[in-house]
């Protein structure tokens, strides 16, 4: 089993940066790649980017890309989620995730994060 927590979160500004990070305990995250996702009320939960397990491989949904950075530090059973320029419809609670990745989803989840930018 793996257990995550997200923080960071938060409410800033429009053109803020705000880094979001998922500590892995139970096991080692090296094993997983990790997505982080976000989801806001009444809407479908939504992909915002993940990374392999060696973190050789990322990737981004359009909305994000350019503005969003996924990263790993294996060694501190961490993930972090960099997001610069933030917009208002940034604004969602971001939940990260660890498994196999890609078509085979995401078996650990957290309990997420609050993240609200302001115009």
């Known amino acids: 089993q793996v257990q995550l927590v997200e923080s960071g979160g938060g409410l800033v500004q429009a053109g803020v940066s705000l880094t979001l990070s998922c500590v892995a305990s139970?096991?080692?995250?090296?094993?997983?790649?990790v997505g982080w996702f976000r989801q806001t009320a009444g809407k479908e939960r939504e992909f915002v980017t993940a990374?392999?397990?060696?973190?050789?491989?990322?990737g981004y949904a359009d909305s994000v890309k350019g503005r969003f950075t996924i990263s790993r530090d294996n060694a501190k059973n961490t993930v972090y989620l960099q997001m610069n320029s933030l917009k208002p419809e940034d604004t969602a609670v971001y939940y990260c995730?660890?498994?196999?990745?890609?078509?085979?989803?995401?078996?650990?989840w957290g309990q997420g994060t609050q993240v609200t930018v302001s115009s």
């Open positions: 139970g096991r080692t995250l090296s094993s997983y790649a």
């Open positions: 990374i392999s397990w060696s973190g050789d491989s990322t």
């Open positions: 995730a660890a498994g196999l990745g890609g078509r085979y989803g995401y078996a650990y």
